[in-house]
């Protein structure tokens, strides 16, 4: 890119530090060379969000754009975003290679065969991540709803909602989402985004622990989901939303789908 986009976008970037906007905050601190776990031990919340982050701001500033489709549809979101934001400051050519950009996003992710390798890419994770058999709260989701959210965001401070499961771990967990899926007659495996582990590995019941994350989902407006089955463990939320109540209850995030190979 060129030194003028450059300019423009960066001052974008400062103007979204100035105005406490995640983006501008973590662009500021990785300048200052911090590490993503000193982000977010200052913002809050633990470090994967920060790498969403970093994801958007090279696409913002022109590096090379996530090759899976679920990275590359979140870029998109960003870049349309920030040029809208910041349609004052940015200049008819720079906003033009913006939305160029944000359309090769569109392109990715909707890109069948991309789909499918990251399809088969995360079902081999989620097989790999529950015969760990790790104990804690586990959460899933069906490909089309990771695809095609609920409440899509147009805003890159506030995340797709979209069908997630959000229960505890037992043996039969996975059978159970997938005939859930089956009954909603949406003919695919679920597939697991998340698990959340007790922090310092202390023991505690997880029914609990259970209750309590959807009694947060419930008291914030993250309704039970009818179009996944209107089953009491499934909610119409966001991940980031999830982690930060992980994170409020001292869960640390044992299993994270984005880092298994998804352009981090």
């Not at 039970?224 to 119409?236: D, I, K, L, N």
């Not at 980031?240 to 995030?253: G, P, Q, V, Y």
Request: with cysteine.
């Amino acid at each position: 890119m060129d030194t003028k986009y450059l300019e423009e976008v960066r001052q974008g970037l400062e103007r979204d530090d100035s105005e406490g906007r995640r983006i501008g905050q973590v662009w500021k601190r990785l300048n200052d060379e911090r590490t993503p776990a000193e982000i977010a031990d200052e913002l809050g919340g633990q470090p994967n969000w920060v790498y969403s982050y970093k994801r958007y701001i090279s696409a913002i500033l022109g590096d090379e754009l996530p090759s899976a489709p679920t990275p590359a549809r979140q870029c998109g979101r960003a870049l349309r975003g920030f040029s809208r934001r910041h349609e004052d400051i940015l200049s008819v050519d720079t906003r033009s290679r913006m939305q160029d950009r944000a359309n090769e996003c569109d392109r990715i992710a909707g890109d069948p065969q991309r789909q499918a390798a990251e399809e088969q890419e995360l079902r081999e994770k989620t097989r790999d991540a529950e015969r760990s058999r790790t104990s804690g709260i586990y959460v899933y989701t069906l490909p089309h709803y990771l695809k095609h959210p609920v409440e899509p965001s147009e805003d890159d401070d506030i995340d797709d909602r979209t069908c997630l499961k959000v229960g505890m771990s037992d043996t039969d967990v996975h059978n159970r989402v997938a005939a859930q899926a089956r009954a909603t007659a949406v003919p695919e495996d679920p597939i697991l985004l998340r698990i959340y582990g007790p922090r310092d590995s202390v023991e505690v019941e997880l029914r609990p622990v259970e209750d309590k994350i959807h009694d947060h989902l419930i008291a914030a407006g993250h309704k039970r989901s009818r179009q996944a089955g209107g089953r009491r463990e499934w909610f119409v939320t966001s991940l980031r939303f999830l982690d930060s109540t992980a994170d409020l209850i001292d869960l640390d995030i044992a299993y994270d789908y984005e880092s298994q190979n998804l352009d981090i």
